[in-house]
């Protein structure tokens, strides 16, 4: 199926410190999400696009948390200040339609 | 409040044996509801969706059962297979590209 990027895969740092999270959606999709998942847990949804503009947030979106698209083609997310409870798995899916979400291989990130 | 609830939490079955996966829902403007299984250190994978026109949806040996008056549903693995094991997920969305709720998952194991 279509594939969805993520770089990179895993991530350690400090608390306190900034992350930046990539992800490069597949080329021609319109939509695009961050989820989170905490070991063990569901996705939980962060934050959604459409057509580049951000569309929808939920309460997980801290004011921490900004998402970029730098150049028209990837997104970022950014942590910063990073704290303990920020440790997950960081998922992005993008879709050509409003329905199936591609999901990309993850990003693993430790806060210490 | 979750809105998107499953059970059991867990569930083994042995190989060739029927498992049957429940899902429930409370927000009736949900209009599509894929079901996304997620193998040990991988992301989800799409496995079938059915959206609310339909009560019943079958691709293999996976069919989903919808009862939309209930707000229920469920997944059925016929045939079970060891290759079988796994998270599952049933997920919820509204329209318009809206993020997945997801629910807190069903992990099936197979015993051969």
């Known amino acids: 199926g279509p594939k969805v990027l993520q770089i990179p895969s895993h991530q350690i740092i400090d608390m306190g410190q900034m992350v930046t999270l990539n992800c490069d959606p597949v080329?021609?999709?319109?939509?695009f999400y961050w989820y989170k998942q905490i070991l063990g847990q569901q996705m939980e949804f962060l934050v959604n696009?459409?057509?580049?503009?951000?569309?929808?947030k939920s309460k997980l979106f801290k004011d921490q948390f900004s998402v970029e698209r730098p150049d028209g083609s990837y997104f970022t997310l950014k942590i910063q200040p990073t704290a303990l409870e920020d440790s997950a798995v960081y998922f992005c899916?993008?879709?050509?339609?409003?329905?199936?979400?591609?999901f990309g291989p993850g990003t693993r990130l430790l806060v210490l | 409040q979750q809105q998107v609830r499953q059970s059991p939490q867990s569930l083994t079955v042995w190989e060739g044996e029927t498992a049957i996966l429940n899902c429930s829902y409370e927000?009736?403007?949900?209009?599509?509801f894929p079901w996304y299984w997620q193998f040990p250190r991988e992301s989800p994978a799409l496995l079938i969706a059915?959206?609310?026109?339909?009560n019943k949806k079958e691709d293999g040996r996976f069919t989903i059962f919808f009862n939309k008056r209930e707000k229920k549903l469920s997944l059925h693995i016929t045939d079970s297979q060891p290759g079988d094991s796994a998270t599952y997920f049933c997920?919820?969305?509204?329209?318009?590209?809206?993020?997945?709720?997801f629910g807190t998952g069903t992990t099936v194991s197979v015993s051969p």
């Open positions: 080329s021609n999709h319109l939509y």
């Open positions: 899916a993008s879709s050509p339609t409003e329905d199936t979400q591609y």
């Open positions: 059915i959206r609310p026109v339909s």
């Open positions: 696009f459409y057509n580049g503009k951000v569309m929808e």
């Open positions: 927000d009736s403007t949900f209009d599509y």
């Open positions: 997920a919820a969305s509204g329209q318009g590209g809206r993020a997945l709720i």
